[in-house]
C-alpha cells in the first residue's frame, strides 16, 4: 500500500467513524509520522516535459545524450535526477 492510499484511509476512517488520527492510525497499523509527513520535493513538469520533447525527437537517445541536450537547452540536471525522472 503506497503512503498516500495509507493518508487516504486514515482521512476516512477518522471523518467516518468520527475518532482520532491517533486511534486511526493504531486500528489501521499505520505509522503517525508517515500521515503527517509531506514531500518538500519540487515539482519536475517543466524538466519532464523537456525529457519528453528530446525522448520523442531524438528516438535512440539514451540518458546520456538527452542529458547532453537538455545541458545545451539550459536545463541543468544531476545525471541520477535525471535517471529517476
Known amino acids: 500500500m503506497t ?3 495509507k493518508r487516504e484511509a486514515v482521512a476516512h476512517v477518522v471523518v467516518l467513524h468520527e475518532i482520532s488520527q491517533r486511534r486511526a492510525c493504531e486500528v489501521l497499523a ?3 509520522s508517515s500521515i503527517r509527513y509531506r514531500s518538500i520535493r519540487p515539482d519536475d513538469a517543466a524538466e519532464r516535459a523537456a525529457m519528453r520533447a528530446v525522448a520523442a525527437e531524438r528516438r535512440r537517445f539514451g540518458y546520456r545524450r538527452i542529458h ?4 545545451r537547452q539550459g536545463i541543468v540536471m544531476n545525471l541520477k535526477k535525471l535517471r529517476r525522472l
Do not use: G, Y
Open 68 to 71: 547532453i541536450m537538455l545541458d
Open 3 to 5: 503512503p498516500d492510499a
Open 30 to 32: 499505520v505509522e503517525r
